[in-house]
């Protein structure tokens, strides 16, 4: 069939069922839904024979509902209804969400259903569940609703007439104020509740060291304490701020009154403030020293915290057992700058030096790299010389991939890559992918880039020259 995509952006969940639906033959087409009649047009130039809307911000013009039918995608169990779905069902800890797929009637999320898939909703962030939980429901639904939409003879109940357990309501757009954070009463779990409902966008509206900001990217903290409320100590790119049962780290922060203002490390933005603060470094842990010479050994007391200590924010981590060192490396969104190259870099240095034969690159859960940090770069003195500066580390580490001789490496990747890090993964002797994840390998609006990441030698190797080309 002729598919039509109508998306306010091509996000992950999009380009995931773009994949799935041009993987199965249907001629596939996406148009972004800007206005009424930029949607029209690409109706009519398209004659598609099945709408699906993974992903709007507005109801689809009644003078394609009415001549088509259009699935919208829903991130909520059947009979939720609302902007917010995802927000809503993390911020009060729902046990159980789903996805479902209804029939644009004009009525927001309140259409007949084609198709519901449902999940046990994990404790994580907004933009992690959606990019996985809901966009592995949302292929399973979609898929079914189109099979029964291309088989014809199936009627889709009306929402009305649903019966189900669990089953949503209608809830109006979470703002600010639902999302605000009593720091000298919440619980740690309620805080992390609501920073992950808001994470990826909008983020918690605060404020620290008296700057109001954005809050983004937390993580549990189970050992260190103090006054709630208070940043108590630094590590890294992260900030602890201490709750009334304990404290949790906070990754990224956004003030609206910076020169450039865009999500940036927290404790790069108020490093100043910072500096009468202790640090946290990580916990050592006990792996016995491989080291040949002093800087080796100074090498490894610099590293011995890698392997992860509890629950705690951690960037990198390492992992052995029988002969193989799994390096874990969970960046923001993907994007690894200048410093966390470098460090990536010496962490996987003294990998190589361990007793072990085979290195696995697990980078994080959600992403396993999406190259340069742009947004570091743009945050610059100089932006120009910050991605100097940040494609030269990469580059450095592709290179120590590359010329590993005495392990086999391998790229195991758990969540989606793009840019840079598709071809970094390249470097590595074999790549693995978990099913469901998005690559993004594509240069096309970045000047022409050649060979960054090494990857006029290695993708030759992986596609053939022609695929290359």
């Not at 009424?36 to 047009?41: C, F, L, Q, Y």
């Not at 046990?95 to 927001?108: I, K, N």
């Not at 959606?130 to 399973?140: D, I, L, N, Q, T």
Request: glycine share 8%; hydrophobic share 45%.
């Amino acid at each position: 069939m002729r598919i039509l995509l109508l998306c306010h952006s091509f996000n992950s969940l999009s380009q995931r069922l773009y994949c799935e639906l041009a993987e199965r033959g249907h001629q596939i087409s996406v148009e972004y839904d800007i206005s009424d009649a930029v949607s029209e047009e690409a109706v009519a130039l398209f004659r598609p024979h099945l709408i699906i809307a993974p992903y709007l911000r507005r109801v689809i013009p009644a003078s394609i509902w009415q001549a088509h039918t259009c699935f919208v995608v829903h991130p909520g169990i059947v009979g939720d209804q609302g902007p917010s779905a995802l927000d809503w069902a993390i911020q009060n800890s729902e046990p159980t969400w789903g996805v479902s797929v209804l029939q644009a009637t004009g009525e927001l999320d309140g259409g007949p259903i084609w198709a519901s898939e449902n999940f046990p909703l994990r404790a994580a962030r907004k933009s992690s569940v959606y990019r996985e939980e809901v966009g592995a429901a949302a292929s399973r639904a979609v898929l079914a609703a189109v099979e029964r939409f291309a088989e014809g003879g199936f009627t889709p109940c009306p929402l009305a007439e649903v019966v189900c357990s669990p089953r949503g309501s209608r809830r109006p757009l979470m703002r600010q104020s639902d999302r605000a954070i009593d720091w000298q009463t919440a619980t740690s779990a309620q805080v992390l509740a609501r920073l992950h409902a808001a994470d990826g966008f909008p983020g918690v509206a605060d404020e620290l060291f008296g700057r109001p900001c954005r809050l983004y990217d937390a993580w549990p903290e189970d050992t260190l304490r103090g006054p709630p409320g208070e940043v108590i100590a630094w590590r890294e790119t992260a900030i602890l701020r201490a709750t009334a049962d304990g404290a949790v780290w906070i990754g990224h922060v956004r003030c609206p009154d910076a020169a450039v203002p865009v999500k940036l490390p927290a404790a790069q933005v108020f490093a100043e403030e910072l500096a009468a603060l202790p640090e946290a470094p990580f916990v050592a842990a006990a792996h016995g020293s491989a080291a040949s010479t002093p800087d080796a050994a100074a090498e490894d007391a610099q590293w011995a915290g890698l392997t992860p200590a509890g629950r705690t924010w951690q960037d990198i981590c390492y992992e052995e057992a029988d002969a193989v060192g799994c390096l874990h490396f969970n960046f923001y969104n993907g994007a690894m700058s200048t410093r966390q190259c470098r460090r990536l870099l010496a962490a996987y240095a003294w990998a190589c030096r361990r007793p072990t034969r085979v290195i696995v690159l697990f980078g994080g859960r959600d992403f396993w790299s999406n190259g340069i940090h742009l947004q570091q770069i743009e945050a610059a003195d100089s932006p120009a010389d910050e991605s100097w500066a940040n494609i030269n580390a990469l580059d450095d580490l592709a290179e120590a991939i590359l010329r590993s001789e005495n392990h086999l490496t391998i790229a195991a990747l758990q969540g989606n890559c793009a840019a840079g890090g598709c071809f970094l993964a390249r470097a590595a002797d074999l790549v693995w992918a978990r099913a469901g994840i998005v690559l993004n390998p594509h240069y096309r609006n970045m000047g022409n880039l050649y060979g960054s990441e090494f990857w006029t030698y290695v993708l030759p190797r992986r596609v053939g020259s022609e695929a290359a080309r």
